[in-house]
């Protein structure tokens, strides 16, 4: 009964594996194992052999206990084939050909890596950092050929693979990564849906990069592209932190730094301004006549986002560029001349319920990662990370 919790603790599955002897060493708990006899196929012939040829102990590294480390030495038999006359090593489930840990050891390495630093995780089980990279590395984690109906594509800072961006495809509909491309270039976008199947694709959500909508178009039949909602609001937000820039400059430096400290302020939503907020508001648009028009442009371009929809977000739409066209701030112009260029696709973000959501919260868990990790400039090795996080949640649920 001991030694069935022994074998148990050790996360070793073999019926066939028994124990030995255990003994305290100076610096870990050492465990002898050894094997029952059993009728073995050999895997040249794949005949059936119960003729032992000889015997080795083979050091094993074990689990980490909270204070001290497991040696295991198990005693493994070499068996011969009677009829093609080879030799071989009866093969076991608790540890790996040419591994010198058990592979419950290694399990519990690598999901530690989907959560932590690669020497957090070998320091935590007890294996060196080179070991447990070489485990990883040698990971191979299948991504879907078959891409789904709707899909988003956004960058993300990995500096990885001598690249400064790399490129995050998902699926939005089932929240799930799909794929990490090694840069953000057209072709590389474009050689990536040349490689899948893309027949079932009809929606495409993304920021409002100009290479990405180049690379769907080339390669896609005429997909629905959706332009993010944060990213063509964040233009006027843009145009209006432009213009308190530029009023800024030339102002006494009290009046500018009570500007810079109202940045966020001026940034707020109109509607979810208190009337403390208010009156913060007014006193810094009295500051100069631009910085009002441009905070009421603001808040237009908010009243038309807040209030539209898919049936009155086109005429609503018109009304807004007009203002936009008849203002005197260059900025603005700018605003006007993006959202004609991209009228369609802001148009479709009000007709359906898809955004980069997302993803953009998948770049953030990239940023814990990275993080963790103090940077990883390998792409395979980033990409797996990635990937494997996401299948460990998966698995914890």
Request: include cysteine; hydrophobic fraction near 35%.
């Amino acid at each position: 009964m001991q030694n069935h919790f022994i074998i148990e603790m050790l996360g070793i599955k073999d019926n066939n594996v028994k124990v030995w002897d255990i003994s305290q060493g100076s610096d870990a708990l050492i465990v002898e194992l050894y094997t029952e006899k059993r009728q073995q196929k050999c895997p040249f012939c794949r005949c059936k052999t119960k003729r032992v040829h000889s015997y080795r102990i083979q050091p094993i590294q074990g689990p980490v206990l909270p204070n001290q480390q497991v040696k295991l030495f198990l005693r493994k038999r070499r068996y011969l084939c009677k009829d093609c006359g080879k030799t071989f090593f009866e093969r076991l489930q608790m540890v790996d050909r040419y591994q010198r840990c058990t592979t419950s050891l290694q399990a519990e390495a690598l999901m530690y890596t989907s959560s932590s630093s690669f020497k957090t995780a070998a320091r935590w089980t007890g294996l060196t950092d080179t070991r447990l990279l070489r485990l990883f590395d040698r990971r191979n984690i299948k991504t879907n050929r078959v891409l789904p109906r709707a899909i988003a594509i956004d960058e993300f800072k990995g500096d990885a693979g001598g690249e400064r961006f790399q490129t995050v495809i998902v699926d939005v509909e089932n929240k799930h990564i799909i794929d990490i491309l090694e840069d953000r270039k057209v072709d590389t976008i474009k050689k990536y849906l040349r490689s899948r199947d893309t027949g079932q694709v009809e929606i495409v959500v993304m920021d409002m990069s100009k290479w990405f909508k180049k690379a769907v178009c080339d390669v896609l039949d005429h997909p629905l592209i959706i332009a993010d909602r944060f990213h063509f609001m964040r233009q006027v937000y843009w145009a209006l932190d432009e213009v308190r820039r530029q009023v800024q400059a030339d102002v006494d430096k009290p009046i500018r730094l009570q500007m810079k400290r109202g940045k966020k302020l001026l940034w707020k939503s109109h509607f979810n301004l208190d009337e403390d907020q208010e009156e913060k508001v007014e006193k810094l648009l009295k500051i100069d006549t631009r910085l009002r028009e441009a905070y009421q442009l603001k808040v237009m371009m908010e009243k038309w986002f807040k209030e539209s929809d898919h049936q009155t977000a086109s005429k609503n739409l018109d009304h807004c560029l007009a203002s936009l066209k008849r203002s005197g701030i260059e900025a603005f112009h700018r605003v006007r001349k993006t959202f004609l260029n991209w009228r369609q696709e802001i148009l479709q973000a009000f007709v359906y319920p898809y955004n980069n959501g997302y993803i953009e919260g998948v770049n953030n868990t990239i940023k814990v990662i990275k993080r963790n990790s103090y940077g990883i400039k390998g792409f395979e090795r980033l990409k797996k990370k990635i990937l494997w996080q996401q299948e460990m949640k998966k698995v914890m649920g």
